[in-house]
């Protein structure tokens, strides 16, 4: 594996092991031991087997670092798993329990100069994500967009209203909505200067009525 920088970083720039994939691709299963590689962009590769049953759960890490001087050093430990109910009453949810700060967690992360997995909170230099390193305008912008996608997943429910009652998931649906619109009025009232100046101005109004010119 390569070794990272040790500058302000964010979530999406980093080594990341996201519990969410690896049960959507099959790679921790209740009852089995599942073998595998992940591997990322920038060439780094681990190998792993994961273990999920009644006695033992965890995600056994094997990898090798080596040092500028060209010097390795081989890892070989085990992330423990834990599970919690479910708060809607079916099945559980299953965590991390980061090696360091023994807390649930649902992503691990190796930067910073790391040489294991661990939590974002358990790190002395602040992981951010991208949001928190953006402008004002950008983060509403930033904000809006990605709640748009939420929307759109969603939404493919038609279902509202179950015997009369509104559904969770409506419920859901119309909190983003209001999430949504709180983030696009902002970001209309911090808008870069340079679309206030000439042509610019007909361009911000005409995106703001949703006109198109």
């Not at 299963?29 to 009644?54: M, Q």
Request: hydrophobic residues 30%; positive net charge; contains cysteine.
């Amino acid at each position: 594996m390569g070794r990272q920088g040790t500058g302000a970083l964010t979530t999406g720039e980093v080594l990341r092991i996201e519990l969410s994939y690896l049960l959507r691709q099959g790679l921790i299963k209740k009852g089995y031991e599942i073998p595998g590689i992940l591997t990322w962009t920038n060439g780094s590769k681990i190998s792993f087997a994961s273990t999920y049953s009644i006695d033992e759960k965890y995600l056994r890490l094997v990898y090798t670092i080596t040092s500028n001087s060209g010097e390795a050093e081989n890892f070989d430990y085990k992330i423990k798993l834990t599970t919690i109910p479910s708060n809607l009453g079916r099945g559980e949810i299953l965590y991390f329990v980061c090696p360091f700060t023994g807390r649930r967690a649902r992503i691990l992360y190796k930067c910073y100069g790391s040489k294991i997995w661990k939590s974002r909170e358990a790190y002395n230099h602040r992981i951010y994500y991208a949001s928190q390193q953006c402008s004002k305008y950008y983060y509403h912008n930033t904000r809006y967009w990605n709640i748009d996608k939420q929307l759109q997943s969603l939404s493919k429910s038609k279902k509202s209203h179950y015997k009369g009652k509104e559904t969770r998931l409506n419920k859901k649906l119309s909190l983003l909505r209001t999430k949504q619109n709180y983030h696009d009025y902002l970001r209309w009232q911090i808008v870069p200067k340079a679309f206030l100046k000439g042509s610019n101005f007909l361009l911000l109004e005409s995106l703001r009525e949703g006109i198109s010119i």
